[in-house]
Structure formats: structure tokens, C-alpha cells
């Protein structure tokens, strides 16, 4: 690589010779690891214009530095960085000067802590990677994926790939939306009741902003998605968790002054569990009643490959009090970050006013690709793909748990991609999960799920969305080991 | 295209045999647009088994259905939409039942109006666009651009593409901004001073709600960037918008409870002053004596091809009190939405928090191919091929403007992309917009750019991003004679 001269600027204020400050400036690229060795350095010529000084000048410095063994030079290709010169330190020293802001003050809001991560970047170098949400290399068809991007990369999709679309989304891709993928939800909704968003996340954190402020009350389940009792955190709303039961939030738990509640109908987080249909019925009239709005987060509905999915909580909705949220990230790739949120045309005004501030549009090569590979029918493709892996995995988990003596705490009446475990009493699974990555072991503790700052210890959550249904018995025997000997 | 059974639900309480129901729900669907002529419906047997129902019942629906025209049978092919069928009203007739829901309770927190947009998508279909910000055909390099999404969508980016960064982001972008971005720019940081950002203008929001709240003072520019003032309205911070001259932001002008200002000191927007090096001194200067913090928006700094671009005034900065914004969105193209954000760590930390709980992260496969079109150094060559162009419609555009005796109000002395014009005092340039687009000439008005509810309404955008050279002269004649018989 070659480095430009742009990435030079004389310090004015400097001290020293011409001469010594661009021999400086060089050394000092080289020794903070920016200039690497073999990468080759602007010409005397260039660099002299560059910086408007004399070439003369510049060559006499580059001599220095080749006789400080910081540069070679090759003849006629130039001034290379030597592979001899000084290595920068393994950490970058932090400049000498830490500024003179107080930083803890000049911090008007914080949103740390957030969203805390402990799981590993390089998960699929474990052998018995249990883990949740990421996407499966042997499953997903990089093939179709590649043939629909390279698609809208072409000239007669260049408005959709270029344009600044304001707050506007890709109009194929919100059709596709409309008339294909919302009917099968037993949805129907016209474009200025649907919003494309980065991803579901974005699309909750949407409604809590246009919904929510400091007033307002908002029920989540508990437990429920680490990040949206962050996003509700953040919001600053009165917050209310109300205990899940084996068919998911009971309705008759509900604070009598809710505003709004977010809830999981398909497939409760983390628990799997599915809300009858009793029960859907049961919450509808209560928002009626009560008034008060229902978010549906309706994420792996795909994932139903043990019976037909219910039908939504939105398509049994008569009086517009349920605003809807749905991914492809989750069933395609999570870095696709793509989602959409429907609500009724008041709400969604206000959302999109919103996304238009924050980030005006999600990325338009994006939006047109998801439009080609859901109308080319790659989606259906996958998600039957995926459902029938998933199928059999869950077969051989079921067997090894129900073999092992494992507790199954949910697993969803539907399909899903993971199954909630409960260790005996006094075994706290973050431990148990910390001994496990010695066996090459990846599950995920359950405590983050819960609200409570004390929140019980001895949930774990097995995904089977990564792990091949080959390896899934003796991963599990390794789980049942360590709780056995915990 | 087929038609999913998936999309049909039987709405379990609707009154009427399951005969006269299946019927009923497939003409909905085709008065309502949402299945078209020629679309195959299900077969009956697949019908059937998705609504539980017995073939003969579909059976019959669909004949009656054939009958009325709504369908024709094609024997063994199946059931399609009849070309014949009812079509459906050109304006989607809206669902009866509006809802109980009163939205304007509902909303808690409103954001529109937000971005007023005005300019026309069919833009390019004018012939005289002088349009600000959209991508110019004519000079984008597609193919290398392709070559780089493709290798991004190649097996070796995998985990690029798909994996669920949670709040981090594309390494090798990172390094290749912080190796050889931010240096051109006199800018040393580490990976942990640095944030992708979905375009500069997310990098202004998060800025915005990391340093601010209701009772700190924010300063902008006036004129500035409508969309950066409506971000800071929606924050609800104390606003004090600050008149720029012909060096762009007076910093002995600033309120002596400032906390926190936004400027553009390369570019000013929309005047295009460039700050001069003493004035940028004074700025930094002031916000040490007055301890505020500086965002700087280094927005058009590539497209400097008049003269070498000053240094950005985070580059002159002792005591890491400037946040810097940067775009790739600009000069590549507003549909990738991909900025970045540079500040102190402590900064960084809370803005990545925050982006973590609205988006997560910014999508990988933009990121990864961003980092190769910029290593590949295809980056450097369409800066160069964009500033050689500009320069070139620069020189015609100040050729007749001169030529029509109009008032150039701003130029940018080191070059950009558009020229702030002023016409004769009683002139609605809004109004005069309006009569321009008869002439297949697109302008854009100056007064959405002034924070005053009563904005000077006699300037005027002339922006040259996308207007071929050969089509200004008589572009800017079509203005000058607009103006003469305003």
C-alpha cells in the first residue's frame, strides 16, 4: 500500500528545522503503527508540493531516516517503510495530553451501561456453540443472497441504490411488505401504516420514543429481551415488569394505569412460550378497557415448523390499539439489521418523523436487496430450509435433555430456535456457563433476562439455531456434567 | 408470481358458510390490490390443508369464484386471477373501523414536523438540475464500486456480512479511517476514539444526545443545516442560533452559558465561507476560557480542488475538546448512509452505548464494502474524477453568473459543491423555485435554512453536483431571466 501524501501536515507551531520536523512526522507515523513496514512513502517531489516546502529538503530528511534504518530505498520505486524499523508498541500509547474536559460533567445524558455482551466474537470456534442469534454458515444460501445484491447493484436499480430517499423507504420493498408478507400474519396495511427500520430493536425503540415519556407507564414481561428493558430504561417511562406463566404475560396482572405494553405472543422471550388464543382475546379487551396500546414484537413467527403459527395479536386487533413488529434479521442474518414496524397512520407518521432525525433511511441497496430475495421466493426457501434443520435439532435436544434429566422450562408449542432450562436450585448458570467454555461449551445464563436486581440464577437458554444436531447430544451430556458436578 | 396459502386466514368469528368465507376472503384480497392478474392461487389441496378445511369446500369457492370472473381455471396449471376481475379503486379505500384509539392522546412525544423535503425524486429528469446532494450517473464508478460489494459478499467476509456486531463495528474499517482517513484530516485517534455512524447526520444526532439536555445551551450556525437544527429542536436543549459573515461562525458572538457548538468550519452550510486559520484559533480558544465543547461537521472537505484544504480544526485542537462528524454518504453516495464520529473515548463510549439501544449497528456488509472501495484506493480516484469535474462546472457557473450580473453571497474559496446566491431584495426565491420547474429548472431556496420564523426569503442553492458543465450557461440564463421578471 502506498500512504499519501495528504496524511502529512507540518505542525506550524512546531520547533526544529524543516528538515528534522518531516523526519519526525515520519518516524512518528512508524512508531504509532500507522505507517507499516513494505508500504511505500510519497515521492520527494510529491511530498515537497504537498507540503510546500523545498524538495531538496524533504530528500534530506528521507536520507536520514534510510540511514536510521526507519525507511529503504528501492531506486527508482521510492522510499519504502524499512522492515527493520522500529515496532510501535503493542499498545497504542495514549497521547501525553488528555485534554483539559471534564468529561463526566460535559456528559449531559449516559447511556451506559447498555446492552451488556458476554458473548464471544469467535463463537464458531466452539464445538457445542448453544448460541442464540447468529446466523448458521450451512444453512443460509450465500448463492441467491449474492446473485439478489448483485441485482440491485445494477444500473437500473441506481436510484434505489444512490438516492437520499429523506424519510422514505425502497416502494418495491414496502409492497412486498404489504401484500405478501403482512397477509400471512393475517395483516393488512396500506404504505403509510408500515415503516421499514434497522432491524426490530430499532423498531421498538421507535414506539417507545413516540409512545413513552416520563409520565407514561409501560409493562414489559419478565423476563423479557435484555435490550428492550434497556431501550424502556433509557426512555425514562414508569416501568412496570409483570411475571410471565407458562402461556406468556398474564393479562389480569396488569397495572391499572398501563399506557403501553410490549409483549412477545409467539414466542415469549426467553421463556418460548405461546399465549393462547383465550388469552390474546383476553388482552385485546383489556387495551379496550383500559385504554391503552399493545406493542407485538412477533419476532420467529417463520420458526413454526411444529404447527401453523397463531394468528397475531395484530390480526385480531378491531380497534387499532396494536402496533406490530416484525425482522428479517433475525431469519436472514442479524447484520442485515433490516425490520419493519406497522401501526396505524398517526403513529407511524410520528415514527418516521423520527427515524428521518435520527438516521433518515435505512440503507436503500439493502432494502432493494431484501425486496428481490423475499419476491424471488429465496426467503421461503430459507426459512423451509431452516425450519426443517431446526426441526431435527430440537428433536435430538428434547431426547438428550429429557435422557440427561433436564428441566425443561420452555420450549415453545410452535418451533424456535431455543429451548429455556432450569439447572437445580443453587446453581448459578453464569458460573456454570464460565466452567463450560473450557469444554468447548457455549450456552447463555438467564439472570440479564430478568428485571429484578436479585433476578434468579439458575436459568440458561440453548439455542439450536448454530449448533449441528451431530454434536447437539454431546454438548448437552458436557451441560449435564457440569451440573452434576457444579 | 404465486399467491401463498400462508396469506389466507379465515376469520374464525365472520358470519356466512366456509364456502361463501373462502370466496369472500379471495375477492377481498383482489378488490384490495392485493392479488393481481395472473397470479396463480393456491391449489385447492394446499388451500385446504392450511384452513383446515375440506378440499370440496375450496373446490366449490374457487368455482364460484371462476364464475363471477374473480378467477380462471387453467386446468392443470392451476387457479389464477382472472384479467377480467374487478379492479381495484385507484386510492386503497381505507378499513372501515378507524379505531378507538385517540392518537393524539396516544403520542407522547411528537417529531413532525420534522425534515420539510421539497425537492422532487423524478429530480433527474429535469434538465437543468442544480440539485444539492444526490449522486451524479456520470461520475459514480458502479463497477469498482460492485467489485467491492461482491468481494464483501464473498465466503472469506462472512462473518462481515451476517454476524451480529452487537455494539461494534467493522475492524477493518475502523483501522483503515483511523490509519488513513483522519490523518489527512491532522487527526490521530484510536480505534476506541472512533464510531461508524449511519451518515454524518446520525453522528450530529448521537453528538447532540450524548452532550445536551433541557437546560444546556447549544449553538448553530444561522443559516445552518435545517436537518441539524431540527435534531437539536426534537432534543429540547436551549437553542441560540448564531448570524455567520463571510468567515463563517463569530465566536466573540457566542453566549457566555454555551455548552456545546456546532459548526462547519471547512464548508460552511450553506454559505460556504471556510473559516480562516486565526478565527479557528480564536474558536478554540474561547471554548477552553468558556468550557464548551465543539462538534465540527467536516462535511465536503474531499472536494477541495481550488486549494489544499485547511486543517480541520480538530487537528488544531490541545485539549480534545472538538468532536469531529465525517460522511462517506457525500461524496459516495446518500443512499449508503456510513459517516463516522471522533472524540475523546469517554465521548465515544456513551455515543456507541446509545447507538447500541437504537440500532445496534450499522449494517456489515456496508462497512466491509466501504473498507475495500477505500483500501483499493477506488476512493481517492472518485474524489479526484468528482473534483476535477466540479472544478470545471465551477469555473462556467462563476463564468455566468458574472455574465447575468447575479449576486454571488457565498463560493467557497477552497471549491465544494454548490454556490450561495442572493437575488435583488424583494424576491421570493420559494416562489421563484416554483416557476423555474416550468422550465425544467430545479433550484433549491434559501430561506429553510435560516433558524428565524420570518427568514430572509432572497437567497438561493445553486449546487452543480449534478448538472452537466454543458447545460449551466443556459440553466443560469433561465434564473437570471426569472429573476428580471419576478
Given at each position: ?12 507551531s512546531a520547533e526544529g528545522t524543516l528538515q528534522s ?240 405494553v410490549f409483549t412477545t405472543p409467539s414466542h415469549q ?218
Amino acid at each position: 500500500m502506498s500512504i499519501s501524501a495528504e496524511t502529512f501536515f507540518l505542525d506550524h507551531s512546531a520547533e526544529g528545522t524543516l528538515q528534522s520536523r518531516i523526519q519526525q512526522m515520519v518516524a512518528q507515523g512508524i512508531l504509532e503503527g500507522r505507517f507499516r513496514p513494505g508500504e511505500r512513502l510519497p515521492s520527494s517531489r510529491k511530498m515537497a508540493q504537498h507540503l510546500g516546502v523545498s524538495r531538496i529538503t524533504v530528500t534530506l530528511a528521507y536520507t536520514e531516516l534510510v540511514a536510521d534504518d526507519y525507511m529503504i530505498s528501492r531506486g527508482r520505486s521510492g522510499y519504502f517503510v524499512s522492515d527493520n524499523a522500529p515496532e510501535p508498541p503493542a499498545f497504542p500509547a495514549q497521547r501525553a495530553d488528555q485534554g483539559t474536559v471534564d468529561w463526566p460533567r460535559a456528559i449531559a445524558q449516559r447511556f451506559t451501561p447498555g446492552l451488556s455482551v458476554d458473548k464471544p466474537a469467535d463463537w464458531s470456534r466452539f464445538r457445542y456453540p448453544f448460541i442464540y442469534g447468529q446466523t448458521d454458515r450451512t444453512l443460509f444460501d450465500s448463492a441467491n443472497w449474492r446473485l439478489c445484491a448483485l441485482r440491485a447493484l445494477g444500473m437500473r436499480d441506481f436510484e434505489a441504490l444512490t438516492a437520499d430517499y429523506f424519510d422514505g423507504d425502497d416502494p418495491q420493498l414496502v409492497e412486498f411488505v404489504a401484500r405478501q408478507t403482512l397477509p400471512r400474519r393475517g395483516i393488512l396495511a396500506n404504505s403509510d401504516e408500515i415503516l421499514i427500520t434497522m432491524g426490530a430493536q430499532n423498531a421498538l425503540w421507535l414506539s417507545a420514543q413516540v409512545l413513552l415519556n416520563s409520565r407514561r407507564r409501560a409493562v414489559i414481561e419478565d423476563p423479557c429481551y435484555p435490550a428492550l428493558r434497556n431501550i424502556l430504561t433509557q426512555s425514562r417511562c414508569q416501568l412496570s415488569p409483570v411475571q410471565v406463566d407458562r402461556d406468556g404475560l398474564p393479562p389480569d396482572k396488569l397495572p391499572d394505569d398501563t399506557d403501553v405494553v410490549f409483549t412477545t405472543p409467539s414466542h415469549q422471550c426467553p421463556t418460548t412460550a405461546t399465549m393462547p388464543l383465550s388469552r390474546r382475546n383476553a388482552l385485546l379487551e383489556k387495551a379496550e378497557a383500559d385504554d391503552f396500546i399493545v406493542v407485538e414484537d412477533d419476532y420467529e413467527f417463520e420458526m413454526s415448523f411444529l404447527k401453523s403459527p397463531s394468528p397475531s395479536l395484530k390480526s385480531l386487533d378491531q380497534n387499532g390499539r396494536v402496533i406490530y413488529v416484525g425482522s428479517f434479521s433475525k431469519s436472514i442474518f442479524p447484520g442485515l439489521r433490516l425490520g419493519y414496524l406497522v401501526g396505524p397512520a398517526p403513529f407511524i407518521r410520528e415514527a418516521r418523523a423520527l427515524r428521518a432525525t435520527v438516521l433518515r433511511h435505512p440503507p436503500g441497496h439493502i432494502q432493494r436487496t431484501v425486496s428481490y430475495y423475499l419476491s424471488l421466493g429465496h426467503y421461503d426457501a430459507l426459512v423451509r430450509r431452516m425450519s426443517k434443520t431446526y426441526h431435527e435439532r430440537r428433536r435430538v435436544m428434547e431426547e438428550t435433555l429429557h435422557h440427561h434429566d433436564l428441566t425443561v422450562a420452555g420450549q415453545g408449542t410452535y418451533g424456535g430456535s431455543s429451548i429455556w432450562l432450569r439447572a437445580p436450585s443453587g446453581v448459578d448458570t453464569a458460573i456454570l456457563a464460565e466452567h463450560l467454555l473450557a469444554d468447548s461449551v457455549l450456552v447463555e445464563p438467564g439472570a440479564p433476562f430478568f428485571a429484578s436486581d436479585t433476578p434468579p440464577t439458575q436459568y440458561l437458554r440453548l439455542a439450536y439455531s448454530s449448533i449441528p444436531a451431530s454434536r447437539i447430544s454431546e454438548g448437552v451430556r458436557l451441560i449435564a456434567d457440569a451440573i452434576a458436578h457444579y
